[in-house]
């Protein structure tokens, strides 16, 4: 009997991030009033106010790759704060004065004094604070974890967590729910198999195996040219995708499930998360998708998904 195979996401899907996220942007506030001269107060009603800018148009904002959005705005907090740094670097260099500008300005200059670009800052803003949950054991998997693992290896179904985290971090994740994870490339592999540090958000504009962008609507493009997670997609070969950030987890397979005869069984599901934009849960409720596409509000969900599923 042939296997099953589901490709997994890992933060998000077998985490909790809000406890992480909210951690993480603590971190930025406190971080950016220090290097501001601000009070923390202050400088969470100016990142309030930078949000509120970006909401008037969010297909403009996002955690930006090779000069693409890689992620859009309010898909992923984690992406979203890359989003804010993006949007404080384009009002700088584009946009009239007036008094948010001109506070981007001051912010933007007391963060560069110290670091080469917002970019690097922002990195650096998620690499510490998600360094320190971790190590204050703080990180933890959802409660189902355990149980939804069981369950889908008993479907004859492995999971392989592909993930821009480490593999030491999904390894780590999964053995506080008493699962073993391999990681080994050559080793033996186990039921659930970490591959991390996937660059799902990396752009490559010269890889022309792929289209530039699958066109969700006038305002959102999604680039499609991830080539490090199309390899990974070719080596899997997984019958089953599940991720929650449409962008970086589900639009390449979707596109390959839609136009590459080698991904003809392939299914992808998406989580829908509170903050996950109208927009994502739209395109995947089109028509075309049916039966191709599913989404799902928890993961104790996937079993029957992967169940009601495996053989179509």
Not at 21 to 32: C, L, Q, T
Not at 148 to 171: E, G
Request: hydrophobic residues 35%; positive net charge; aromatic residues 10%.
């Amino acid at each position: 009997m042939k296997k099953i195979k589901l490709v997994s996401d890992f933060d998000g899907i077998w985490t909790d991030q809000k406890k992480e996220s909210e951690h993480v942007w603590n971190y930025i506030v406190s971080s950016a009033a220090e290097l501001s001269g601000k009070t923390q107060k202050d400088t969470r009603n100016f990142f309030r106010l930078c949000r509120q800018r970006m909401d008037k148009d969010p297909g403009k904002y996002g955690w930006v790759n090779a000069g693409e959005i890689a992620a859009f705005y309010k898909e992923d907090p984690y992406g979203d704060n890359n989003a804010i740094f993006d949007f404080m670097d384009r009002v700088y260099s584009n946009f009239p004065p007036d008094d948010l500008t001109i506070e981007i300005k001051k912010v933007r200059t007391s963060i560069l004094a110290k670091y080469k670009s917002l970019a690097e800052y922002s990195q650096e803003c998620f690499a510490v604070p998600t360094g320190r949950h971790k190590s204050e054991g703080k990180l933890k998997p959802v409660t189902s974890a355990a149980d939804t693992v069981k369950k889908i290896n008993s479907l004859n179904t492995d999971i392989v967590v592909v993930s821009n985290s480490t593999t030491d971090k999904i390894k780590y994740l999964f053995a506080q729910a008493g699962i073993i994870v391999s990681g080994d490339a050559l080793g033996k592999r186990e039921s659930v198999h970490a591959r991390g540090d996937a660059k799902k958000f990396f752009i490559y504009n010269s890889d022309t195996v792929l289209p530039s962008y699958l066109e969700i609507s006038g305002k959102i493009k999604v680039p499609l040219r991830r080539s490090s997670y199309h390899s990974i997609l070719i080596e899997e070969k997984p019958d089953f995708v599940v991720g929650d950030v449409f962008s970086l987890d589900i639009a390449l397979p979707l596109y390959l499930r839609m136009n590459k005869r080698e991904f003809s069984n392939l299914k992808v599901i998406q989580k829908i998360q509170p903050y996950t934009p109208a927009w994502v849960k739209d395109y995947l409720n089109k028509k075309d998708f049916k039966g191709k596409a599913f989404t799902i509000n928890k993961i104790e969900e996937l079993p029957e998904i992967i169940s009601m599923n495996m053989n179509k």
